[in-house]
Nanobody
Framework: VQLQAFGGGLVQAGGSLRLSCVAS????????MGWYRQAPGNQREWVAS???????NHADSVQGRFTISRDNAKNTVYLQMNSLKPEDTAVYSC???????????WGQGTEVTVSS
């Protein structure tokens, strides 16, 4: 299984971006998925996650601004980011959570830069 994230870029504060993470394989719908970010000099932090059933959770720092969603027909998980702030600047990565004997999988990051 491979995860391919894209959609990052440079945006002004207050702007929006939508990140996408596409998974290979045919069992995408069975797995919970998550988005994480790592800013320069900081540890990686959890941003949002979505269960196989579609239940979502978001970090307090992005609650009300970011929305995670999934399209199982497209093997894709999204992160809609609105009202972006300079402190949202980071490399964003997607994660497929472990399930049973299947290990977790991380995708490569996509860089988001928010200018003030």
């Amino acid at each position: 299984v491979q995860l391919q994230a894209f959609g990052g870029g440079l945006v002004q504060a207050g702007g929006s971006l939508r990140l996408s993470c596409v998974a290979s394989g045919s069992t995408f719908s069975r797995y919970a998925m998550g988005w994480y970010r790592q800013a320069p000099g900081n540890q990686r932090e959890w941003v949002a996650s979505i269960t196989s059933g579609g239940a979502t959770n978001h970090a307090d720092s992005v609650q009300g601004r970011f929305t995670i969603s999934r399209d199982n027909a497209k093997n894709t998980v999204y992160l809609q980011m609105n009202s972006l702030k300079p402190e949202d600047t980071a490399v964003y990565s997607c994660r497929r959570f472990a399930l049973g004997r299947s290990r977790e999988v991380w995708g490569q990051g996509t860089e988001v830069t928010v200018s003030s």
